[in-house]
């Protein structure tokens, strides 16, 4: 027993110490992860393998810089709600979680750092009923079932997301926009790339609760452009307001003069 | 020999070859431990580090080359408190600029760790994997680790020697040369409330997914980090912790010499407790030698010796192995074991031809001692804990009242 109490003392408890990072890696492998963190927030759903195409590029225009504006990895829907009786007085809400490969171009010196990338999400959620005529209009893309309540915007010229409804009104703003970039560990020019995330926090006070009822997302991810209501960049050849030079999150359309076909994310599951 | 009369401790006191050898062992170990967390990185560091370590191998050395156990522990656990309070609270409202813990680092999940949360932990990592507090990820689960392995291996005995937060109260109940209040016997009530409260952050916390007692219970929040006060709510919060603090850590132990806020009221504490039963050290009193003095009684902080305890031959759960006990006991009846090895009953000088041995085999009977491996280990572990914060304390004081 003495023996033993010497081996646990002069080498288990030291190695126990010096355990912290295998056993972080062992708590996230069986799927611990971290909440209340209101950046990042209880995890609802992920997507990945988004659809990309870029067309009809402004002359002159960067296309590696467009590419890096719409290199979206993952979208993710999480929540966060502080409750009551910790007393902390955070809005719970609706977290959009966007993940992209390397940094945000910024060639316009935007306040929060991403100049190029614009993001529209559009949102069905199933306390309220769409408006399938309007909704369709609002927006200049084509849905694969109609209808959506609310169009939320995130460019880095607004210090929050904005929320708008299916008639184009602004109805709510969000309550925060994080971004983080990642440099990937290791040495090297490629190591160097890393990872940008970029999380809209939107009040489910006024959304609703995401983790409740059948929910769908339509994400579309653009070329920023400030001279148009939307705030992406149309096609430079075809002029007509419906066609957009560059879109992520969409099938590519059978013709040029199509409108992108975006496909649901749809949260079926309640928890 | 009068057993009214304690005497010069003999019975933890080393020779002075054993006491080197531990001391020597101690530093380098503690040595190794520092170099990982970037100890010796430039000159500065390597002076305040190599101090912080001078520093722990005096009160090592003086342990065993005095037997007095209690009395140089509380010198360091209580010098670690104040070099924790004094890092902190210079980084929250010096370097980050507010004492305060704004939404924006929470949001950000950068609130600095604290093992008192762990308990709060437990139930929403099994059953919703989710950790509840919002702190780096890394830092939750070393504290999750260190909790696992220090409570399975000394159990309580953190709360004596490893909790940046448990020497601020027993640096309060050291201060006074006398009680000025002596505590009745407790009631049953009084003695289980920190294993009531407890259970009651852990349901609580649970079933709302926030940590209960940081938000709510915490008196150490009055030297770490408040919450921001923006409502009304923090207020009475703020106003909780305040009162907590000044009642249980300092107002109370300064009175009776008991640590009233670690052996009352912390729920961390009474989580260590719950592996009393299967730690690998212990403490145990011989009934043979036992006199019922009742010294160790009066001299227990924790209020983890009665009448039953002493019959029975070890203390409540609630021990935290501080060795208070045992130096109190003039007949040499406590001591510290190693899963059921009893200390090694050292006698009275003169009592045995013990100290007519040679060298080695003294050496090896000084060594060979559930004490010493109990003591080294523990010590360890606080040293390891308060070695960054009395080298950031010293850093920040110096640069602060000298300029260098």
């Known amino acids: 027993m003495m023996t033993f109490s010497i081996l646990t003392t002069c080498v288990l408890v030291p190695l126990g110490f010096m355990s912290r990072d295998p056993f972080s890696n062992w708590l996230k492998s069986v799927g611990v ?63 959009l979680s966007f993940e992209f490969d390397g940094r945000l171009p910024d060639p316009q010196n935007s306040p929060r750092g991403f100049s190029m990338t614009t993001i529209h999400v559009y ?149 | ?125 099994l059953f919703k994997q989710e950790i509840i507090f919002p702190v780096v990820f890394a830092d939750a689960a070393f504290m999750i680790l260190l909790v696992i392995v220090v409570g399975l291996v000394y159990g309580r005995a953190f709360c004596s020697w490893g909790c940046f937060f448990g020497g601020q109260d027993q640096l309060f109940a050291a201060l006074p040369g006398r009680k000025r209040w002596r505590p009745k016997p407790l009631k049953p009530f009084v003695r289980y409330f920190s294993y009531g409260l407890l259970a009651f952050i852990i349901l609580h916390s649970f079933s709302t997914l926030s940590p209960t007692y940081c938000f709510w219970l915490c008196p150490f929040k009055t030297t770490s980090e408040f919450i921001e006060v923006n409502s009304f709510i923090r207020v009475i919060q703020v106003f909780i912790f305040v009162i907590l603090w000044i009642l249980l850590a300092v107002f109370l132990p300064f009175l009776s010499k008991k640590r009233i806020q670690c052996s009352l009221f912390c729920p961390m504490g009474a989580f260590l407790s719950c592996t009393s039963k299967i730690n690998l050290f212990g403490l145990r009193i011989d009934k043979e030698r036992c006199k019922k003095c009742n010294r160790c009684i009066e001299a227990c902080p924790t209020f983890s010796l009665t009448g039953d305890a002493l019959e029975s031959g070890q203390p409540a759960i609630s021990c935290s192995k501080c060795g208070a006990c045992i130096e109190s006991c003039p007949e040499g009846a406590m001591g510290f074991t190693a899963l059921g090895v009893p200390f ?61």
């Open chain 1, 33 to 95: 992860h971290m909440s209340p963190n209101l950046a990042d927030g209880y995890p609802i759903a992920e997507f990945s393998g988004f659809e990309r195409s870029l067309r009809d590029l402004p002359p002159g225009a960067d296309a590696s810089a467009f590419d890096r504006a719409l290199a979206l990895r993952s979208f993710s829907v999480k929540k966060v709600a502080f409750r009551r009786f910790s007393g902390m007085g955070i809005a719970p809400r609706v977290n």
């Open chain 1, 123 to 271: 949102i069905k959620a199933p306390a309220r009923q769409p408006d399938p005529v309007r909704s369709e209009r609002a927006a200049k893309v084509d849905f694969g079932s109609p209808g959506w309540n609310y169009q939320v915007l995130v460019d880095g010229f607004h210090e929050q997301a904005r929320i708008f409804d299916a008639k184009g009104n602004l109805v709510a703003s969000g309550l925060g926009l994080y971004i983080d970039y990642q440099k990937k560990p290791g040495a090297g020019a490629e190591a160097a790339s890393g990872r940008t995330r970029l999380t809209a926090a939107l009040p489910m006070d006024y959304l609703g609760d995401p983790a409740q009822g059948d929910w769908q997302f339509y994400v579309l991810v653009g070329i920023s452009d400030s001279r148009h209501p939307s705030m992406m960049l149309h096609s430079a050849a075809d002029t007509r307001p419906s066609v957009y030079c560059a879109a992520l999150a969409a099938a590519l359309p059978a013709a040029p003069e199509e409108k992108p076909r975006l496909r649901a994310l749809a949260l079926k599951k309640p928890l």
């Open chain 2, 1 to 125: 020999m009068n057993s009214s009369e304690v005497t010069s401790y003999p019975y933890y006191r080393k020779g002075l070859p054993a006491t080197i050898l531990i001391t020597t062992l101690f530093v380098a170990f503690a040595s190794f431990f520092s170099i990982g967390r970037g100890g010796f990185a430039g000159t500065r560091s390597t002076v305040l580090t190599g101090i912080a370590l001078a520093f722990s191998a005096v009160i090592i050395f003086l342990i065993f080359y005095t037997g007095r156990v209690d009395r140089w522990r509380k010198i360091f656990f209580s010098a670690y408190a104040v070099a924790f309070a004094i890092s902190f609270v210079w980084w929250t409202a010096g370097d980050r600029g507010h004492m305060w813990l704004l939404d924006k680092e929470t949001l950000y999940a950068q609130a600095p760790m604290c093992h008192i949360v762990v308990p709060m932990l437990i139930l929403p990592i």
């Open chain 2, 344 to 404: 090694a009953a050292k006698g009275l000088p003169g009592e045995t031809p013990a100290d007519r041995v040679g060298f080695w085999r003294k050496l090896g009977r000084d060594i060979w001692d559930p004490a010493v491996v109990f003591i080294f280990g523990i010590f360890i572990v606080g040293n390891v804990m308060a070695s960054s914060y009395f080298v950031d304390s010293m850093s920040r004081l110096l640069r602060y009242f000298l300029g260098i």
